[in-house]
């Protein structure tokens, strides 16, 4: 009976564990969630609206220079400056996309100690070696 007890606890603590780590999961994953719905709302309403100032503000800089010769120069001018701004842009992005931490960095954590925990538990144990009777008594018959 006591080999159906251990076997019985075994599984529990299994089933335990197994639980703890779908539950830490389910955490980070609502958190992940929750955290880029908000990126890209914020990520929508400032490209709208910057997409708006950057129109009103080039026809205000055409209109402006419109009468005279130097509208060519300021239109290119714009559109350098644009192309600059949106590669910088790409390139901040680009970098917090390869540079961000990993999600679900604390369950892979968890697994992989639970990973060596169970490792070290299949090495075999180390033998106990007989000790030799240093007594000096033997048995004399």
């Known amino acids: 009976m006591a080999l159906r007890e251990s076997v019985g606890e075994l599984g529990c603590t299994l089933l335990s564990i197994l639980?703890?780590?779908?539950?830490?999961?389910?955490l980070e994953?609502?958190?992940?969630?929750?955290?880029?719905i908000t990126i890209l709302g914020m990520a929508f309403g400032a490209?709208?609206?910057?997409?708006?100032a950057v129109l009103v503000f080039s026809i205000a800089v055409a209109l402006y220079?419109?009468?005279?010769?130097?509208?060519?120069?300021?239109?290119?001018?714009?559109?350098?400056?644009?192309?600059?701004?949106g590669l910088g842009l790409f390139m901040?992005?680009?970098s917090r996309?390869?540079?961000?931490?990993?999600?679900?960095?604390?369950?892979v954590?968890?697994?992989?100690?639970?990973?060596?925990?169970?490792e070290r538990l299949r090495e075999p144990a180390p033998m106990s070696v007989s000790r030799p009777d240093w007594t000096g008594t033997k048995d004399r018959r």
């Open 92 to 94: 901040a992005v680009r």
């Open 19 to 26: 639980r703890t780590r779908l539950e830490l999961f389910s």
């Open 97 to 107: 996309l390869l540079f961000s931490p990993m999600p679900f960095a604390a369950t």
């Open 109 to 118: 954590d968890e697994l992989r100690r639970d990973l060596s925990m169970i």
């Open 29 to 36: 994953a609502a958190g992940q969630k929750a955290h880029l």
């Open 65 to 85: 220079f419109w009468p005279t010769d130097q509208r060519y120069v300021a239109l290119g001018l714009l559109a350098l400056f644009y192309g600059l701004l």
């Open 47 to 52: 490209l709208l609206f910057l997409t708006l």
